[in-house]
């Protein structure tokens, strides 16, 4: 699974990225993690990006 990863890096106070919605434990488990984890984050990014948002 593709990295969600925009290059729009950069941390906001929560350490969660701007960019993909990602916080950075979540970065930083990315590359270790398999495709079911990485699906949860991806959700879990999306929904702090988009926090109204129904999934």
Known sequence: ???????Q????D???CLGCGRCLAEILEWGQAADAR????CKAA???????LKI
Do not use: T
């Open 9 to 12: 890096c950069c941390l906001d």
């Open 46 to 52: 999306l929904l702090r990006l988009r926090p109204g």
């Open 14 to 16: 929560q350490d969660v």
């Open 38 to 41: 990485r699906r949860e984050i």
């Open 1 to 7: 699974m593709a990295s969600p990863c925009c290059r």
